[in-house]
């Protein structure tokens, strides 16, 4: 049906509703206390999406880059991302044009000094297709270089996730727990979140919390976040899949079990 649509800055837009607009609006809003009135058509969604950036996120990779090895930060931060090893932009994408295509064998995505504090509240996630399941640790996504640094979580293996979060010295783990999962298999994207709420810190697999955990610690921040591997004292645990709509928040954009948008 025909609607319209008010977002923060008050632009106003008429369109038909769709599937995309429903991920593409929830995207946006992420983190704020906007109410979605209404709703609007894909392109000026996606015309209003490259002026509006949730004042919250620190970064935000769509991966819309098919084909190349150029990879943006869409957030107002604006940091440098370095494509390492053979990771590219594939078509097959959870949401937007394109994904990062990630081999499993040294590919991986690596960032300039980046601005997420972790000092409250704080929001990590993306979505990942596997196109091997990892049977060892395949990390999505470090927000620190070093051991005890940072937040990481990954798969120890194929139903095992993993969320290890520094302590404020960077000397030892505030958080280092695991929990179960049901196999992600290699034909659907799924959804990977950790979310810190005032002290409570949880894992998510496509919305559903997997693990549950308590930490008032400032993890130590490095300034390099890593996507699609890991960094213990050396880059590794990598993953092989694609992987879509990255994103840090100085926010908690969840705190029970929800729909991943």
Not at 72 to 84: C, E, K, L, R, Y
Not at 200 to 222: L, N, Q
């Amino acid at each position: 049906s025909a609607t319209s649509a008010q977002m923060p800055a008050d632009p106003t837009f008429s369109g038909t509703l769709t599937s995309d607009n429903v991920k593409l609006i929830t995207l946006m809003l992420q983190g704020t206390t906007t109410a979605i009135t209404k709703t609007s058509s894909s392109g000026r969604w996606y015309n209003l999406q490259q002026s509006y950036v949730n004042p919250y996120t620190k970064l935000l990779l769509h991966m819309n880059n098919p084909g190349t090895s150029t990879f943006i930060d869409s957030s107002d931060s604006a940091h440098t991302v370095t494509a390492n090893g053979d990771a590219i932009g594939t078509t097959t994408a959870y949401f937007g044009s394109g994904a990062g295509y990630f081999d499993g064998t040294g590919d991986y995505l690596s960032t300039g000094t980046t601005t997420p504090t972790f000092t409250g509240d704080f929001t990590v996630d993306t979505w990942v297709r596997y196109r091997s399941v990892p049977s060892t640790f395949a990390t999505l996504v470090d927000t620190s270089a070093g051991e005890f640094k940072g937040v990481k979580l990954e798969l120890d293996n194929a139903t095992t996730l993993r969320l290890n979060v520094g302590d404020t010295a960077g000397t030892g783990w505030s958080i280092s727990t695991t929990g179960a999962i049901s196999d992600p298999g290699t034909a659907l994207f799924h959804h990977f979140a950790v979310i810190r709420s005032g002290t409570s810190v949880k894992a998510y697999m496509d919305g559903v919390v997997k693990i549950a955990g308590t930490s008032s610690a400032v993890p130590v921040h490095s300034g390099v976040v890593l996507v699609g591997a890991s960094n213990y004292g050396s880059v590794g645990r990598y993953t092989n899949g694609v992987m879509d709509e990255v994103s840090i928040a100085n926010i908690a954009r969840w705190t029970s079990d929800f729909t991943p948008p």
